[in-house]
Protein backbone atom coordinates (compact mmCIF):
# COMPACT_ATOMS: atom_id res chain seq x y z
CA UNK A 1 0.00 0.00 0.00
CA UNK A 2 0.86 3.66 -0.46
CA UNK A 3 1.71 5.84 1.95
CA UNK A 4 2.08 10.04 2.07
CA UNK A 5 3.79 11.61 4.52
CA UNK A 6 4.13 15.81 5.09
CA UNK A 7 7.35 16.18 8.03
CA UNK A 8 5.35 19.09 8.95
CA UNK A 9 2.55 20.25 10.84
CA UNK A 10 2.93 23.57 10.49
CA UNK A 11 4.75 25.95 8.71
CA UNK A 12 4.49 29.58 8.65
CA UNK A 13 6.21 32.34 6.16
CA UNK A 14 6.38 36.28 5.84
CA UNK A 15 3.93 37.60 3.38
CA UNK A 16 5.70 37.75 -0.53
CA UNK A 17 8.35 35.39 1.06
CA UNK A 18 8.62 32.02 -0.79
CA UNK A 19 8.01 29.00 1.41
CA UNK A 20 8.50 24.97 0.73
CA UNK A 21 6.10 22.36 1.99
CA UNK A 22 7.77 19.16 2.19
CA UNK A 23 5.95 15.64 1.13
CA UNK A 24 7.51 12.38 0.46
CA UNK A 25 5.49 8.44 -0.51
CA UNK A 26 6.30 5.30 -0.56
CA UNK A 27 5.29 3.29 -3.74
CA UNK A 28 6.77 0.49 -6.05
CA UNK A 29 4.61 1.68 -8.63
CA UNK A 30 6.51 3.15 -11.48
CA UNK A 31 3.50 5.14 -12.74
CA UNK A 32 1.05 7.46 -10.42
CA UNK A 33 0.33 10.85 -10.19
CA UNK A 34 0.17 13.49 -6.96
CA UNK A 35 -1.43 16.38 -5.81
CA UNK A 36 -1.34 19.20 -3.51
CA UNK A 37 -4.74 20.53 -2.43
CA UNK A 38 -5.11 23.43 -0.07
CA UNK A 39 -7.88 23.56 2.64
CA UNK A 40 -8.50 27.25 3.51
CA UNK A 41 -10.51 27.85 6.90
CA UNK A 42 -13.61 27.20 4.76
CA UNK A 43 -12.99 23.71 4.75
CA UNK A 44 -12.99 23.20 1.24
CA UNK A 45 -10.68 21.02 -0.79
CA UNK A 46 -9.05 22.84 -3.15
CA UNK A 47 -6.93 21.66 -6.19
CA UNK A 48 -3.63 23.63 -6.09
CA UNK A 49 -1.49 21.61 -8.56
CA UNK A 50 -1.10 17.78 -10.33
CA UNK A 51 1.86 16.12 -11.39
CA UNK A 52 1.80 13.14 -13.74
CA UNK A 53 5.04 10.59 -12.48
CA UNK A 54 6.11 10.12 -16.42
CA UNK A 55 6.68 13.50 -16.59
CA UNK A 56 9.98 14.95 -16.03
CA UNK A 57 8.99 18.49 -16.08
CA UNK A 58 8.32 19.86 -13.03
CA UNK A 59 4.59 21.34 -12.99
CA UNK A 60 3.97 24.97 -12.33
CA UNK A 61 0.94 27.02 -11.42
CA UNK A 62 1.28 29.96 -11.04
CA UNK A 63 2.97 31.01 -8.20
CA UNK A 64 2.82 27.35 -7.16
CA UNK A 65 5.48 25.13 -8.45
CA UNK A 66 6.66 21.83 -7.34
CA UNK A 67 9.86 19.85 -6.94
CA UNK A 68 9.50 16.45 -8.30
CA UNK A 69 12.30 13.85 -6.93
CA UNK A 70 10.75 10.12 -8.71
CA UNK A 71 14.08 8.40 -7.29
CA UNK A 72 13.91 9.93 -3.91
CA UNK A 73 9.90 10.21 -4.13
CA UNK A 74 9.66 13.51 -3.15
CA UNK A 75 6.88 16.09 -4.03
CA UNK A 76 7.40 19.59 -2.36
CA UNK A 77 5.20 22.14 -2.89
CA UNK A 78 6.83 25.96 -3.88
CA UNK A 79 5.25 28.92 -3.04
CA UNK A 80 6.74 32.14 -4.32
CA UNK A 81 5.16 35.62 -3.13
CA UNK A 82 3.09 34.08 -0.30
CA UNK A 83 -0.07 35.56 0.23
CA UNK A 84 -2.33 36.16 2.89
CA UNK A 85 -4.90 33.80 1.25
CA UNK A 86 -2.42 31.14 0.90
CA UNK A 87 -3.05 30.69 4.55
CA UNK A 88 -4.49 27.30 4.64
CA UNK A 89 -4.31 23.83 5.70
CA UNK A 90 -2.56 21.64 2.57
CA UNK A 91 -2.26 18.14 1.71
CA UNK A 92 -0.70 16.29 -0.26
CA UNK A 93 -1.81 13.30 -2.08
CA UNK A 94 -0.84 10.21 -4.26
CA UNK A 95 -2.94 8.61 -6.78
CA UNK A 96 -2.00 5.24 -7.85
CA UNK A 97 -2.86 3.89 -11.51
CA UNK A 98 -3.48 0.50 -11.19
CA UNK A 99 -7.38 -0.50 -11.78
CA UNK A 100 -8.24 -1.28 -8.42
CA UNK A 101 -6.40 1.69 -6.23
CA UNK A 102 -7.29 4.60 -8.40
CA UNK A 103 -8.85 6.65 -5.02
CA UNK A 104 -6.26 9.30 -3.44
CA UNK A 105 -4.16 8.42 -0.62
CA UNK A 106 -3.62 11.81 1.61
CA UNK A 107 -0.44 13.01 3.55
CA UNK A 108 -1.41 14.28 7.35
CA UNK A 109 -1.56 17.56 6.25
CA UNK A 110 0.75 21.16 7.09
CA UNK A 111 -0.99 24.47 8.41
CA UNK A 112 0.30 27.32 6.37
CA UNK A 113 0.31 30.33 8.43
CA UNK A 114 1.21 33.86 6.39
CA UNK A 115 2.16 36.20 8.61
CA UNK A 116 1.49 40.30 7.35
CA UNK B 1 -21.15 24.27 -13.06
CA UNK B 2 -22.61 24.10 -9.22
CA UNK B 3 -19.43 21.51 -7.97
CA UNK B 4 -20.34 18.90 -5.74
CA UNK B 5 -23.03 19.52 -3.61
CA UNK B 6 -23.15 18.10 0.40
CA UNK B 7 -26.00 18.46 2.81
CA UNK B 8 -26.44 19.62 5.16
CA UNK B 9 -23.54 21.80 6.01
CA UNK B 10 -23.64 21.24 9.78
CA UNK B 11 -25.16 18.45 11.67
CA UNK B 12 -25.62 18.18 15.61
CA UNK B 13 -27.33 15.18 16.89
CA UNK B 14 -27.94 13.09 20.24
CA UNK B 15 -26.14 9.81 20.53
CA UNK B 16 -28.43 6.94 19.47
CA UNK B 17 -29.73 9.02 16.29
CA UNK B 18 -29.36 8.00 12.88
CA UNK B 19 -27.50 10.62 10.66
CA UNK B 20 -28.11 10.66 7.00
CA UNK B 21 -25.36 13.02 4.77
CA UNK B 22 -26.38 13.73 1.44
CA UNK B 23 -24.28 14.51 -1.63
CA UNK B 24 -24.90 15.64 -5.24
CA UNK B 25 -22.01 15.18 -7.48
CA UNK B 26 -21.06 17.08 -10.63
CA UNK B 27 -22.95 15.91 -13.73
CA UNK B 28 -20.54 13.62 -15.80
CA UNK B 29 -18.38 12.20 -13.00
CA UNK B 30 -18.89 8.51 -12.58
CA UNK B 31 -17.26 8.20 -9.65
CA UNK B 32 -17.99 9.37 -6.16
CA UNK B 33 -15.66 9.15 -2.28
CA UNK B 34 -16.85 9.90 0.76
CA UNK B 35 -13.93 10.98 3.67
CA UNK B 36 -13.86 11.63 6.77
CA UNK B 37 -11.91 14.36 8.56
CA UNK B 38 -10.54 14.67 11.96
CA UNK B 39 -7.95 15.86 13.82
CA UNK B 40 -6.40 12.69 14.94
CA UNK B 41 -6.55 11.08 12.10
CA UNK B 42 -6.52 12.97 8.74
CA UNK B 43 -8.64 12.51 5.71
CA UNK B 44 -9.94 8.96 5.38
CA UNK B 45 -11.32 7.30 2.34
CA UNK B 46 -14.36 5.54 3.57
CA UNK B 47 -16.37 4.36 0.61
CA UNK B 48 -16.14 4.87 -3.18
CA UNK B 49 -18.42 4.24 -5.88
CA UNK B 50 -17.75 3.92 -9.24
CA UNK B 51 -20.79 4.35 -11.62
CA UNK B 52 -23.04 4.11 -8.64
CA UNK B 53 -21.20 0.54 -7.68
CA UNK B 54 -19.31 0.83 -4.74
CA UNK B 55 -16.15 -0.49 -4.77
CA UNK B 56 -13.92 -0.28 -1.88
CA UNK B 57 -15.54 0.18 1.41
CA UNK B 58 -12.71 -0.85 3.82
CA UNK B 59 -12.84 1.76 5.05
CA UNK B 60 -15.93 1.89 6.45
CA UNK B 61 -15.28 1.97 10.18
CA UNK B 62 -18.27 -0.01 11.22
CA UNK B 63 -21.85 -1.84 10.91
CA UNK B 64 -23.62 1.65 11.96
CA UNK B 65 -21.96 2.90 8.64
CA UNK B 66 -23.47 2.67 5.33
CA UNK B 67 -23.23 4.15 2.07
CA UNK B 68 -25.61 4.34 -1.00
CA UNK B 69 -26.06 5.60 -4.74
CA UNK B 70 -29.24 4.91 -5.95
CA UNK B 71 -28.43 7.02 -9.34
CA UNK B 72 -25.46 8.51 -10.86
CA UNK B 73 -26.69 12.01 -8.95
CA UNK B 74 -27.23 11.34 -5.29
CA UNK B 75 -25.35 9.25 -2.93
CA UNK B 76 -25.93 9.20 0.56
CA UNK B 77 -23.95 8.14 3.71
CA UNK B 78 -25.81 7.15 6.80
CA UNK B 79 -24.66 6.61 10.64
CA UNK B 80 -27.05 4.44 13.08
CA UNK B 81 -27.01 4.73 15.73
CA UNK B 82 -24.32 7.51 15.86
CA UNK B 83 -21.67 8.03 18.49
CA UNK B 84 -19.73 11.00 20.20
CA UNK B 85 -16.64 9.47 18.02
CA UNK B 86 -18.34 9.76 15.31
CA UNK B 87 -18.56 13.35 15.45
CA UNK B 88 -16.18 14.84 12.37
CA UNK B 89 -16.44 16.51 8.85
CA UNK B 90 -17.63 14.37 5.92
CA UNK B 91 -16.60 14.92 2.59
CA UNK B 92 -17.79 13.89 -0.58
CA UNK B 93 -15.94 14.01 -3.76
CA UNK B 94 -16.20 13.11 -7.54
CA UNK B 95 -14.63 12.49 -10.35
CA UNK B 96 -14.05 11.45 -13.89
CA UNK B 97 -12.90 7.78 -14.38
CA UNK B 98 -12.07 8.71 -17.86
CA UNK B 99 -8.43 10.00 -17.00
CA UNK B 100 -5.69 9.14 -14.22
CA UNK B 101 -5.32 12.59 -13.72
CA UNK B 102 -8.48 14.04 -13.41
CA UNK B 103 -8.57 15.72 -9.88
CA UNK B 104 -11.45 14.94 -7.35
CA UNK B 105 -13.63 17.68 -6.70
CA UNK B 106 -14.25 18.37 -3.11
CA UNK B 107 -18.14 19.08 -1.83
CA UNK B 108 -17.52 21.96 1.12
CA UNK B 109 -18.34 18.87 3.65
CA UNK B 110 -20.64 18.34 6.48
CA UNK B 111 -19.82 18.98 10.03
CA UNK B 112 -20.91 16.47 12.38
CA UNK B 113 -21.38 16.83 15.98
CA UNK B 114 -22.61 13.90 18.16
CA UNK B 115 -23.38 15.31 21.71
Known amino acids: AQTVTQSQPEMSVQEAETVTLSCTYDTSESDYYLFWYKQPPSRQMILVIR??????QNATENRFSVNFQKAAKSFSLKISDSQLGDAAMYFC?????????????FGSGTQLTVLP | DAGVIQSPRHEVTEMGQEVTLRCKPISGHNSLFWYRQTMMRGLELLIY????????DSGMPEDRFSAKMPNASFSTLKIQPSEPRDSAVYFC?????????????FGNGTRLTVT
Open chain 2, 49 to 56: FNNNVPID
Open chain 2, 93 to 105: ASRTQSSYNSPLH
Open chain 1, 93 to 105: AYRSTSGSARQLT
Open chain 1, 51 to 56: QEAYKQ
